[in-house]
C-alpha cells in the first residue's frame, strides 16, 4: 500500500481529502487532479502537518504549521477564560441573574441593617424572610449575610485577579501555542469545602 498526496502545484498546500492511501497498482496509474501535483509518501502525513515543498525537483514533502486566525484563537481562549471564572462563582453561590440581584439586595439590606439603631424587619424583607432559617433574629441574619458577602468578596477577587491576568496574558501571545499555554496555566483559585 501507498500513501498518494495530492496537493496544489502553486502553493504545496494540501487538501484536506488530500491524502489517499492505495495499493501500489492504483497509485502508479491515478492522475493528479487539474492544477494539482502528487507525491508517494511511506510516512504519516495530514494536510495540518506537512505540505509539499514544490521548489524542489521532485517536490517533496515538509514539515508546516498552517496559518492560525490569532484574533478568533484569542477571542475563544478569553471566552473560556470568563466561562470558568463564572462556573467558580456559580459553585460559591447560585447563578443566574435574578439570584445575583437578590443576594446584592440581602447585602444592601444587611449593611444597612447593621449600622441601623432600632431595625425594624419591615423595612428589611429579605433579611426577615430569613429568621430562624439564617439567624435567630433580624441583627443574626444580618450578620451572617455580612459575613458571607465578606467572604464571597475575598473569593470573587482572586478568581477576577486570575480572570484579568490571564486575558492580559492571552492578549500578549503571538502564537497559538502561548495561547494555549496562558489559558492551561491559570492559576485558579480553590474552592472551600
Known sequence: ???LVFFDSTTGLIPPDGVRVMSDEAAAITQAPEGCGAVEWGGTVTPDTHKVDVNQTPAALVPYTPLVDMDALKREA???V?????????WVGSHGYGQEMVYLAKELEARACVSDAAPDPARYP??????????ADLMGVALAVVAKADEWKVLAASIEAVRLSTKQLIDAASTAAETDAAVATANWPTLPA
Open 1 to 3: 500500500m501507498k500513501q
Open 78 to 80: 478569553k471566552s473560556a
Open 82 to 90: 470568563d466561562w470558568k471564572a463564572a462556573k467558580l462563582r456559580s
Open 126 to 135: 429579605l433579611l426577615a424572610a430569613e429568621i430562624s432559617i439564617t439567624g
